[in-house]
């Protein structure tokens, strides 16, 4: 990295430069810039020197809608920014300001704070303060030399793979084996001792919260607090410069690439949480920072009846437009960079059914899915949708492409109500258990489309869905009326987790953490656990905690050692999910045997050892439930085409209060079974005989291994 340099006078008319590539593009001791703006009368570049200063320079050539200049002695680290010249005439969706400072869209590095969040009185009015003193400057980035080494995508296939979501901040602010100077950052999370306890728990994959720069919303700023998760992005390209103890200007590019390389040296795959359905800059009355002063109208869904106002199907004030042509371009570019440049492994598509629609309405066969199909770079990475937005329509669970894994939610609710004995039955919870294929098989898809999961960033974690029936968001400072009410939680008798000093209600809390990592871990599809609830993170009822950078939302790795036998759990849960392909299913259950005279591949029991009839099926009180997973045969075959058998494993998971009788079916199915796992009992008996009775303790799940 070379210093910053200021240009010279000589410079005031630019070289010509070139339209292609967007941003600022460093090469033989000059910088190319190069903005698509065409609707713009002018385009001013601003330079900023170490004691910001800005110099304001015209660029005086345009081709293909580009406007373009190239600058020898302007190297990497200089700071920058555009103002960009046109009509303001809100009426028509056009909101040129030259008063304010852009962030460049291809900005690779992005430096300093979003920091007034004072509004304007009438966002169809034009403001006219100099919004420079406010706005983060752009940054020129060269080539960093970095070196990758050996690195190489660890490609773990989709049924092998479990995800671990974490925050970059969070997740080592309270690490004690992490140096203080690198808690909190990209040099953090490659951290030995981070990366050791991910390997040891036998996860596949981290998938980090926003790291794309972004700032916080003026109300935020306004009340003292700060926007901690990161889903309210300014810079497509650039690395949050926060999470960088390297430097600012630049340096977080090389630091996050070694976070990276240090990672997929673990075996880890690094799937990032991006947010393209929205930007920082809200809806009419929110900041001008940048897409709305290059070119409203092609940046976001604009009211057809009053451009002036914003079509909202994210609930941020702004919708941003992928079906514009450009939009995508933008939007595609960011995505190959992060694969081609960063190494990245795959995404997750914060509110996906925004990116999907055309001009109102969600189409899975519009631009954004067609070109993301067509991509040479993005068809081979990890895609995850978060299938819904809040618009009509937005709701698309089961509905994306064959290339595209879901978040599946439904899996996540009826899960909550079985343990919470709600669920009215165990005819959704079986769909859930066997890969949801009432979901995504009747369009070809498989199983591995569902990334199941229990908890996730938005809402409560683990053991407060177990401490609290309510919300307690008061410290968000919208007097507890954010987040969702839909929690589907139970306290067990008493609201918090000061409860667990009640020994009775610390044993049952904890049994059903038990209870739902061994549903999660062992059911068909992707696993997705939330960072910490492996050893019981708490933000003490919080469930929304987005705007909180303090212990509430930090990972308190003191608690490894109280929730010792949770972790211990989960590491042995994903050794037997890692070691058993019948647990990890390319393609969906048929109920019927898969060799001759063979067992069925996946069989339900009743507790009286019988297979499940229509009756049991739609008998609302039931609450225990056995699933007979056969290994006769996988469906799928393997690598060279050869028959891929298992062991043969019964699962019963009984959410009732009292405790019940079960018999263990007999010939075919076993001649005895081997106890794995008792959520109920840290020592229980090794073995049981086929046909033999046994109790399951109320609220527990008893895993079996089936001899023959």
Known sequence: MTDATSPRPSQTIPWPGHWSPLGATYADGATNFAIWAPDAEQVELCFFDDDDNETRIPLLNRTFDVWHGRFPGVGPGQHYGYRVHGPWDPATGRRFNPAKLLVDPYARAIDGEFVNGDGHSDPNERDDRDSAPWVPRSVVVGDDAFDWGDDAPPQVPW???????????????????????????????????????????????????????????????????????????????????????????????????????????????????????????????????????????????????????????????????????????????????????????????????????????????????????????????????????IGPGGYQVGEFPHLWTEWNDKFRNTVRDHWRGLAGGVHDLAFRLAGSSDLYADDGRRPYASINFVTAHDGFTLRDLVSYNEKHNDANGEENRDGTDDNRSWNHGREGIEADADPAIRELRRRQLRNFMTTLLLSTGVPMLAAGDEMGRTQWGNNNAYCLDNETTWVDWSLREEFADLNQLVQKLLALRAQHPVFRQRRFFEGRSIIPGGRKDIAWFAPTGTEMDDAAWHDETRQTLGMYLSGDGIRSRGAHGERITDDSFLVWLHSGADDVQVVLPAAPWATSYDVVIDTADVDPPERHEAGATVTLTGRSCLVLRATT
């Not at 671990?164 to 990209?186: A, I, K, N, Q």
């Not at 300014?234 to 103890?245: I, Q, R």
């Not at 990032?272 to 940046?299: K, M, S, W």
Request: glycine share 8%; net charge negative.
């Open 159 to 389: 049924e092998n793979s479990v995800i671990y979501e974490l925050h970059v901040r969070g997740y080592t602010m309270r690490h004690p084996d992490v140096p203080e100077e690198l808690r909190g950052t990209y040099a953090g999370l490659a951290h030995p001792a981070v990366i050791d306890h991910l390997v040891e728990l036998g996860v596949t994959a981290v998938e980090l919260l926003p790291i794309q720069q972004f700032v916080s919303e003026p109300h935020l700023l306004r009340q003292g607090s700060a926007n901690y998760w990161g889903y309210n992005t300014l810079g497509f390209f650039a690395p949050h410069a926060d999470y960088s103890v390297s430097g600012a200007r630049g340096e977080q590019v090389a630091e996050f690439k070694a976070m990276v390389k240090a990672l997929h040296a673990a075996g880890l795959e690094v799937i990032l949480d991006v947010v393209y359905n929205h930007t920082a800059e809200q809806g009419a009355g929110g900041p001008t920072l940048c897409f709305r002063g290059i070119d409203n109208r092609a940046y976001y869904h604009l009211d057809p009846d009053d451009p002036s106002k914003y079509s909202d199907y994210t609930g941020t004030g702004n919708t941003f437009k992928v079906s514009h042509p450009h939009a995508l371009r933008l939007v595609m570019d960011s995505l190959r960079y992060w694969v081609t440049e960063m190494h990245v492994d795959g995404f997750r598509f914060d509110l996906a059914s925004a990116l999907a629609r055309s001009m109102h309405d969600v189409d899975m066969l519009g631009s954004f899915m067609t070109v993301i199909e067509q991509d040479p770079v993005l068809r081979e990475v990890k895609l995850i949708a978060e299938p819904w937005d």
